[in-house]
């Protein structure tokens, strides 16, 4: 769609967060418009300017019931309350089992993810996804005490997917692109909080993208063991921090590397090795940013790079 008027960055940069929030056609809050806007650092009040004196902006968006979007979309509302609600439902088994994942042996972290991390969740049988940072050269062992987990919350009916579980010494992520600073900056870690700090420090890259989402949208208190929790944790550590706990380290990775490995070879974003088990066999990542590029090509817009400041209003 061609514009009559061109575009200060700023403008482009909201176009440019709503063409990317579209692809999960998911109409964005002002608040969320700000922290997730992409390419272009700017504080909220002049977010709030552009949107409402941009004549660019004009032409392309609307606001519908306190969401912005493409003209349009306006049923894209409606998707959004409904999976606003679902998610509600589903947030406290999301803190509950976070909270228990943290308290295994040699989990150090553990970061709600995925579509529920936006409040998106489809319904209330959606996946709970989870990333989990873990001590160095425990990775597989901590990965199959979290299979135990999940399998017991299978038990109650609830589906949780840790498809992401990396050590400490593996903060940095080798992709970096818009899906992958977005994948950062929305995570909302439910344990472990100043290693969340750490991660993101470790990914400076990500602020390129999304200059103004330094912090978690969404803020909720640590749920990283404490008391008598920490002191259980630490003597699970101890009884298997040694040789048993090495052999069954090795044993878990070159039995789980075995059965993956064909799967792996086909898929460019799955990750098996000893700082890293990262299970995607369906590279989500790619085809988000094959919609996405479609999205922008559709508004004579070219794909995110370095990040612009917009003027103080």
Same mark, same amino acid.
């Given at each position: 769609? /061609?514009?009559? %008027?061109?575009?200060?960055?700023i403008?482009?940069?909201?176009?440019?967060? &709503? +063409?990317y929030?579209?692809?999960?056609? %998911?109409? +964005?809050?002002?608040?969320?418009?700000?922290? %997730?806007?992409?390419?272009? @650092?700017?504080?909220?009040?002049?977010?709030?300017?552009?949107?409402?004196?941009?004549?660019y902006l004009?032409?392309?968006?609307?606001?519908?019931?306190?969401?912005?979007?493409?003209?349009?979309?306006?049923?894209?509302?409606?998707?959004?309350?409904?999976?606003?609600? #679902?998610s509600?439902?589903?947030?406290?088994?999301?803190?509950?089992?976070?909270?228990? &994942?943290?308290?295994l042996?040699f989990?150090?972290?553990?970061a709600?993810?995925?579509?529920?991390s936006?409040h998106?969740?489809?319904?209330?049988?959606?996946?709970?996804?989870f990333?989990i940072?873990?001590?160095?050269?425990?990775?597989?062992l901590?990965?199959?005490?979290?299979?135990?987990?999940v399998? +017991?919350?299978?038990?109650?009916?609830?589906?949780?997917?840790p498809?992401?579980?990396?050590a400490?010494?593996?903060?940095a992520?080798?992709?970096?692109?818009?899906y992958m600073?977005?994948e &950062?900056a929305?995570?909302i870690?439910?344990?472990g909080? !100043?290693?969340?700090?750490?991660?993101?420090a470790?990914?400076r890259?990500?602020?390129?993208?999304?200059?103004?989402?330094?912090a978690?949208?969404?803020n909720v208190v640590d749920s990283?063991?404490?008391? /008598?929790?920490?002191?259980?944790?630490?003597?699970? $550590?101890?009884l298997?921090?040694?040789?048993?706990?090495?052999? +069954? $380290?090795?044993w878990?990775?070159?039995?789980?590397?075995?059965?993956? !490995?064909a799967m792996? #070879?086909?898929s460019?974003?799955?990750?098996?090795? #000893?700082e890293? @088990?990262?299970?995607h066999?369906?590279?989500?990542?790619?085809?988000?940013? $094959?919609?996405?590029?479609r999205?922008l090509?559709a508004y004579?817009?070219?794909?995110?790079?370095?990040?612009?400041? #917009?003027?103080?209003?």
């Amino acid at each position: 769609m /061609i514009s009559l %008027f061109s575009a200060t960055p700023i403008e482009e940069a909201i176009l440019r967060t &709503l +063409l990317y929030a579209d692809v999960f056609h %998911f109409p +964005l809050t002002e608040a969320e418009l700000h922290h %997730f806007l992409i390419g272009c @650092a700017a504080d909220r009040e002049a977010v709030r300017a552009t949107l409402r004196d941009s004549v660019y902006l004009a032409q392309h968006i609307t606001q519908v019931d306190g969401f912005w979007m493409l003209h349009g979309r306006a049923a894209t509302c409606i998707g959004r309350r409904n999976r606003e609600v #679902a998610s509600q439902k589903l947030l406290p088994a999301a803190r509950f089992y976070g909270k228990l &994942l943290a308290h295994l042996p040699f989990v150090r972290m553990v970061a709600l993810t995925g579509a529920l991390s936006m409040h998106n969740a489809r319904d209330t049988q959606d996946d709970i996804d989870f990333l989990i940072v873990t001590a160095a050269d425990r990775v597989w062992l901590a990965r199959l005490l979290a299979v135990v987990v999940v399998r +017991l919350a299978r038990l109650r009916g609830v589906q949780l997917c840790p498809n992401y579980v990396l050590a400490e010494t593996a903060l940095a992520q080798d992709r970096q692109d818009v899906y992958m600073a977005h994948e &950062l900056a929305q995570m909302i870690p439910l344990a472990g909080q !100043a290693l969340y700090a750490a991660m993101r420090a470790a990914n400076r890259w990500a602020a390129a993208f999304l200059p103004n989402a330094a912090a978690p949208f969404y803020n909720v208190v640590d749920s990283a063991p404490r008391g /008598i929790g920490q002191h259980l944790q630490r003597l699970a $550590e101890r009884l298997l921090g040694g040789r048993l706990g090495t052999r +069954l $380290e090795r044993w878990e990775a070159a039995r789980k590397q075995r059965k993956f !490995a064909a799967m792996q #070879a086909q898929s460019g974003a799955a990750q098996m090795d #000893a700082e890293r @088990a990262k299970g995607h066999f369906q590279d989500h990542g790619a085809w988000i940013l $094959e919609a996405y590029a479609r999205n922008l090509a559709a508004y004579a817009l070219s794909a995110p790079q370095a990040v612009a400041t #917009a003027p103080h209003t």
